[in-house]
């Protein structure tokens, strides 16, 4: 079955087959066509162009077909998430309070609250139930315009309950529509049985947790939450190094609290991405450009935290890609707005809308290894669609920060 979308107000987020990712000063170049059309066929975008030059013939062979009119709103290509944990159990709202009379994320994560609260929560949460809870969220993003994410583990820490997380991740994947890729993050948090045998831990991480999760192939990627105060660069250097075996490419936590040298360890095996970034300076940004790693800002967690912005105008005015995602957790970021995020990196960030729509389109397509398939509008890649409301201008998505500017979306051809 086709599907024609005609009158299309504006097409934006063009790009040739085999542009995987946007750098530096291109990252402001949005190829668009204004008064467009776009033709999908089965679950993926097979042509468009421009109404002066549509006809009939376009649409080839086809008795019957679906035909959306566009007229005056946006089309884009959907969002993508490359970094949330949206597997979790309840919610944290009590440390939100604490959060607001002074408590920093540390001090928070020393009283054994913060991550090792969700651990808990995790716990005592059957599989199902967790399944129903993260599926909740997964309806939520898909409303608000996201067609792909990637979902970490990390609030499980023994093997137990990683494997429940990853499971649920993969129940996930088989019973939505959005494109899903899974991380293994045993190295989130060190349990409360670990607190002053961090190494053991690591050892459990490597020897117990990575093979099973290899074996019943539940990560695509692995992470180790690389900071202050969490794991060491040696420890994940020898949990990156063990990940590789079972061909698990990094994307890692990396300088949100203090500079780590997380980046460097990232860059050093290859990192698809290496991620929140606050502590960036020249040195990172040198490191970054020689490698194939995203940078990667989540700046609702940063917001939120009321944290230092990472430096992504400098890495862009450097020649770096930037990405931004939402981070979608319980502790830090208790949403996956990716229309909101585009707005945190038009004030916060001062990145002009054009860069901040490739930021979370294609290139965070590249940190979750899909921009082959998605985050741009190019022939043969999924038909994975935003169609706005009526608005004046792509430059009103992230200005109008606090409107659900999503009309419909259309993922793997299908109008949801
Ligand atoms: O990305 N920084 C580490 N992990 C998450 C927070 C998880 C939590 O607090 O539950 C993050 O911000
Ligand atoms: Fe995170």
């Given at each position: 079955m086709k599907t024609l979308i005609k009158d299309i107000k504006e097409l934006i987020g063009i790009h040739e087959e085999g542009k995987l990712l946007v750098k530096g000063k291109e990252m402001a170049q949005l190829n668009t066509i204004k008064d467009a059309w776009l033709l999908i066929e089965g679950e993926k975008i097979i042509d468009f162009g421009s109404m002066i030059d549509f006809s009939e013939d376009k649409l080839g062979e086809?008795?019957?077909?679906?035909?959306?009119?566009?007229?005056?709103?946006?089309?884009?290509?959907?969002?993508?998430?490359s970094h949330t944990h949206i597997v979790y159990?309840?919610?944290?709202?009590?440390?939100?309070?604490?959060?607001?009379?002074?408590?920093?994320?540390?001090?928070?994560?020393?009283?054994?609250?913060?991550?090792?609260?969700?651990?808990?929560?995790?716990?005592?949460?059957?599989?199902?139930?967790?399944?129903?809870?993260?599926?909740?969220?997964i309806h939520e993003i898909i409303g608000q315009g996201t067609g792909a994410v990637e979902i970490k583990s990390g609030y499980g820490l023994t093997t137990e309950d990683e494997i429940k997380m990853l499971r649920v991740i993969k129940r996930l994947r088989e019973t939505?529509?959005?494109i899903i890729k899974s991380t293994f993050l045993g190295a989130h948090a060190v349990p409360a049985e670990y607190k002053e045998k961090q190494d053991e831990y690591v050892d459990l991480v490597i020897n117990e947790m990575l093979p099973l999760v290899a074996a019943e192939d539940?990560?695509?990627?692995?992470?180790?939450?690389?900071?202050?105060?969490?794991?060491?660069?040696?420890?994940?250097?020898?949990?990156?190094?063990?990940?590789?075996?079972?061909?698990?490419?990094?994307?890692?936590h990396a300088n949100e609290l203090a500079k780590s040298g997380g980046i460097q360890v990232g860059v050093k095996y290859n990192a698809l991405s290496v991620d929140h970034i606050e502590y960036t300076e020249d040195e990172e940004i040198e490191t970054l450009l020689n490698s194939e790693t995203m940078p990667t800002v989540l700046p609702g967690a940063a917001f939120f935290l009321n944290m230092p912005f990472a430096p992504a105008r400098k890495m862009i005015d450097s020649g770096l890609p930037v990405a931004f995602a939402s981070d979608y957790n319980p502790g830090?970021?208790?949403?996956?707005?990716?229309?909101?995020?585009?707005?945190?990196?038009c004030v916060n960030y001062r990145l002009l809308p054009e860069e901040a729509i490739h930021a979370t389109t294609l290139n965070t397509a590249y940190a979750m290894g899909v921009s082959d398939i998605t985050g741009s509008i190019t022939k043969g890649k999924?038909?994975?669609?935003?169609?706005?409301?009526?608005?004046?201008?792509?430059?009103?998505?992230?200005?109008?920060?606090?409107?659900?500017?999503?009309?419909?979306?259309?993922?793997?051809?299908?109008?949801?």
């Open positions: 086809t008795d019957e077909y679906n035909e959306i009119d566009a007229s005056g709103k946006i089309v884009m290509p959907s969002f993508c998430d159990a309840g919610s944290r709202e009590i440390e939100y309070s604490d959060k607001i009379k002074g408590l920093s994320y540390e001090e928070i994560a020393k009283r054994g609250g913060g991550i090792l609260n969700s651990v808990k929560l995790l716990h005592n949460t059957s599989e199902d139930e967790l399944y129903y809870q993260s599926l909740e969220r939505t529509p959005i539940l990560a695509d990627y692995i992470d180790v939450f690389c900071d202050k105060g969490f794991f060491t660069v040696e420890q994940t250097d020898r949990i990156l190094m063990a990940g590789l075996k079972y061909g698990m490419r990094p994307k890692i830090s970021s208790p949403t996956g707005n990716m229309k909101l995020m585009m707005s945190f990196a999924l038909a994975n669609l935003i169609i706005t409301t009526d608005i004046q201008s792509y430059q009103f998505l992230p200005y109008a920060y606090g409107s659900d500017l999503v009309n419909s979306v259309i993922l793997k051809g299908q109008l949801l």
